[in-house]
């Protein structure tokens, strides 16, 4: 669940929602309706790559406030 979590928010700051499916893959959605179905983390990523059309930088400074926002309180 907490894999799940993090997924989400991470997802969310490229506008993308992800789903877990069956326990064994994941669901990645576009605002436009695009969709893929994805089996491990690596294809995540490039996932959100493409329905996005951009990479996630983990280092860009609103990745990191986006991130710190959602955990703000959890700690």
Do not use: K, N
């Amino acid at each position: 669940m907490a894999q799940a979590r993090a997924l989400a928010m991470i997802c969310a700051h490229a506008g993308i929602a992800v789903r877990d499916w069956m326990l064994t893959s994941w669901i990645l959605e576009d605002r436009a309706g695009g969709a893929l179905i994805v089996e491990t983390l690596p294809e995540v990523w490039e996932g959100v790559a493409r329905l996005s059309g951009r990479p996630i930088d983990p280092l860009d400074d609103a990745f990191i406030a986006h991130m710190e926002a959602g955990t703000a309180g959890t700690r």
